[in-house]
């Protein structure tokens, strides 16, 4: 039975009220509240505005009622100099000469109450309302000949009161009496309601307009991010409307500026999508060619088998087909290797530290009985340290491990293969290398021998062109570099040997200098 045929255990499983414990562990992903662009906007611009308005009524308000006073101040200024005129001292006593048609003016109108006072130099009152609030003492004030204002209450009354000082010891006949003020003080208050009511006409006839405003702007703020936004659904909808299989740019000419790097990157994406399909379709087109060659020798040696009646005839068959199978089984096992070193994404890479040397070691045992098989002389180089990396141990033993295999392939019996690892703590980097003393890689063809199923012309031995192409992947996973250079120990001509250096980041410099130290 496939895993595929297996039950569901989690579909299957009924729900349980109660919250009871079931005995499984079920993993739901967390549900993520997809944002609304058009709402965001609309938020960001609307609760400043509704946040705003309240603040304009407000601000509104105290400047009606800063220019609701002006006009009351002036004849309320008016009122008190006049009256301010009518102060004067007779005899030595101050006398108040306010005529009947002078005192019309303190007259109570239809809505404001009107006060007034006057005291005297010594504090006397003189005339008018005895409860009328003395202003504070202030010298600016006292010296001043223009009226001052203030608001105070009377009577359980707000009221706007303003005051002047009239100096009447010029109008006295005592001449050493002229060498110091002799001041007398007039107010005159009156209520707010007047006041109030101007300002609210003003506020009535500023406010009740953004009442009828408001909701326009909101409709146009509307109106404009549907607008803006259409640029956007129009994309959507081209998008929506390509086949599944199209995977050309997307036209930017016909979307907003804005909205272009956008496009570009989908273009980009697009881009490196159809480069990984064309490689994957070209991968598996590659796989199915290499694939053929040893199951059809497969097929032919077994046919044989049967057809043989000789015992030695079918022993030679089965042993083709059983070097048909291994061929098939390494080309398969080298596929996924490839596959699974291609698919490493950032969320499955287990990447840690690795201490190369026991790495390498490891490596190069398991490859002894192969360099017996092939009498090779198989030699492994080390350092006095640990050299740590960091990496996947089983990506980088299988690395190590197709190096080593393509060396052995390549190198006639009676060579020698030797696997080195050293560290530069100065650069700060660990190496990796394998040299050879075959036939060598030709310069012209280092920048190829990495592609998929590449076999350089005129080679004889076994192999599916699939290791050194496993192993760039490996080290492009992690950022280490692959060199191939002519190995500098071989001395004969014809064998010129390779060197296949892999250089890592290392993981602590200052251990290893410490522990050369």
């Keep these: 039975m496939s895993e595929a045929d297996l039950p569901d255990a989690h579909a299957a499983a009924p729900d349980f009220p109660g919250g009871r414990d079931t005995g499984q562990v079920t993993n739901k992903p967390e549900e993520r509240i997809q944002r609304s662009l058009f709402g965001e906007i609309l938020d960001w611009m609307l609760v ?98 223009s009226a001052r204002f203030r608001n105070s209450a009377m009577r359980g009354n ?59 702007a909101l409709a146009l703020v509307w109106f404009a991010l549907s607008r803006g936004l259409s640029p956007l659904a129009e994309l959507q909808r081209r998008i929506h409307a390509r086949r599944s299989d199209d995977l050309s740019p997307i036209d930017s000419g016909q979307v907003p500026e804005e909205i272009s790097p956008l496009v570009g990157s989908l273009n980009e994406m697009l881009e490196r999508l159809s480069q990984s399909i064309q490689m994957q379709k070209r991968f598996i087109a590659d796989a199915a060619h290499q694939m053929k060659t040893p199951l059809a020798g497969m097929r032919m040696q077994s046919e044989l088998a049967l057809r043989e009646t000789d015992h030695a005839e079918i022993h030679r068959s089965l042993e083709q087909l059983s070097k048909s199978s291994e061929s098939a089984t390494r080309l398969v096992n080298q ?68 190096l080593i295999d393509n060396a ?41 021998v990495f592609e998929r199923f590449y076999r350089i012309l005129g080679t004889n031995a076994e192999g599916s062109g699939l290791g050194l192409a496993i192993v760039r992947e490996i080290a492009q996973q992690h950022e280490a570099d692959v060199e191939i250079l002519d190995n500098p120990h071989s001395h004969n001509p014809k064998l010129p040997g390779s060197l296949f250096r892999v250089t890592l980041r290392l993981e602590r410099p200052s251990a290893f200098i410490e522990g050369i130290g």
């Design 408 to 448: 052995l392939r390549y190198t006639p019996a009676g060579g020698s293969v030797t696997v080195c690892v050293r560290a530069d703590a100065d650069e700060g980097k660990a190496v990796l290398e394998v040299e050879d003393t075959g036939p060598g890689i030709p310069v012209a063809e280092r920048g190829h």
């Design 158 to 216: 707000e009221i706007r009161i303003a005051y002047v000082y009239v100096d009447l010891r010029y109008n006295r006949t005592d001449k050493d009496a002229l060498k110091k003020p002799y001041l007398a003080l007039v107010q005159v208050g009156e209520t707010l309601d007047k006041r109030a009511q101007l300002a609210n006409e003003i506020i009535k006839g500023v406010i009740l307009p953004q009442f009828i405003i408001l909701p326009l």
């Design 48 to 145: 400043p505005l509704l946040l705003l308005w309240p603040i304009s009524i407000a601000i509104t308000y105290l400047a009606a009622k800063s220019i609701a006073n002006h006009p009351f101040d002036r004849a309320l200024d008016d009122r008190v100099m006049v009256l301010a005129q009518q102060v004067n001292e007779v005899n030595g006593k101050v006398v108040m000469r306010l005529a009947g048609p002078a005192g019309d003016f303190l007259r109570a109108d239809d809505v404001d109450m009107v006060y007034y006072q006057v005291i005297g130099p010594q504090g006397e009152f003189i005339d008018g309302d005895r409860d009328m609030p003395l202003p504070p003492v202030d010298e600016e004030s006292s010296a001043s000949t």
């Design 335 to 402: 596929l996924l290797a490839l596959a699974r070193a291609e698919n490493q994404t950032p969320e499955t890479k287990l990447f840690g530290p690795v201490e190369l040397c026991e790495l390498a070691r490891s490596t190069v045992q398991d490859w002894v009985q192969s360099s017996f098989a092939h009498r090779i002389d198989l030699g492994f180089e080390q350092p006095a340290c640990p050299v740590m990396v960091r990496g996947s141990s089983v990506m980088l033993h299988e690395l190590l491990s197709n």
